[in-house]
Each structure stands twice: as structure tokens, then as C-alpha cells.
Nanobody, 122 residues
Framework: QVQLVESGGGWVHHGGSLRLSCAAS????????MDWYRQAPGKQRELVAT?????IYADSVKGRFTASRDNAKNTAYLQMNNLNPEDTAVYYCNAEISSLSPAGSTYRGRYWGQGTQVTVSS
């Protein structure tokens, strides 16, 4: 079993900053990817940013958000600066992780965290 736990969400004024964390734990052999998504009320879930050497960002957050990952801690981060009300959403971590089975083979899975609410007031 693999668990992803997000933290760091909250309420901020327009122009404020927040730093989200996503900690992976459990049966982890290799972490291939840790990405950030968000879902605003009445909208579909969208990709915000990927982590890694060639990080990809949604156009709406480029220049304001920075995604990173600490492999030693199995933790991803999303630094969000200059927040605006359009950034209000539940933010989710998604990770692609391989685990070891009792027989010694590996299997890959995609996992979601429970989400953390970010609210930006105007």
C-alpha cells in the first residue's frame, strides 16, 4: 500500500503565498513521477505542475508556481506565489510509484492524495 498525504493548504489574500507538501509513504520501491493537480468548484480536475528535471506547468501558473521534489524524503512541494482568486481549488498530489510484491516482483500504480483546500480572497 502507498499513501500520499498533502498539507499546507489554507486561506490567503490575493497576492499571498502558500507552500504545499505531498509526502509519500508505504511500499515504495521507485517513484517515477509526482505531479500536482487542482479542481475548482464546478470544473474538471486539471494538471498544475509536474516535478522533475523537465517540469511542466499550466499556462495559468507559469512564473508564479514552482514544483519540486525531495527524493530522499519522498516528498513533493508546490510553492505558490502571487496567488489570485482563480487559484482557489482543492489541490491534489498524484504519484506514479512502483512497489515490491511479497514474491519480489514489482508493480506500478498511480495514487492520489486526499487533497488540500486552497482559498484565495480578493
Amino acid at each position: 500500500q502507498v499513501q500520499l498525504v498533502e498539507s499546507g493548504g489554507g486561506w490567503v489574500h490575493h497576492g499571498g503565498s502558500l507552500r504545499l507538501s505531498c509526502a509519500a509513504s508505504g511500499n515504495i520501491f521507485i517513484i517515477y513521477a509526482m505531479d500536482w493537480y487542482r479542481q475548482a468548484p464546478g470544473k474538471q480536475r486539471e494538471l498544475v505542475a509536474t516535478t522533475g528535471n523537465n517540469a511542466i506547468y499550466a499556462d495559468s501558473v507559469k512564473g508564479r508556481f514552482t514544483a519540486s521534489r525531495d527524493n530522499a524524503k519522498n516528498t513533493a512541494y508546490l510553492q505558490m506565489n502571487n496567488l489570485n482568486p482563480e487559484d482557489t481549488a482543492v489541490y491534489y498530489c498524484n504519484a506514479e510509484i512502483s512497489s515490491l510484491s511479497p514474491a519480489g516482483s514489482t508493480y506500478r500504480g498511480r495514487y492520489w492524495g486526499q487533497g488540500t483546500q486552497v482559498t484565495v480572497s480578493s
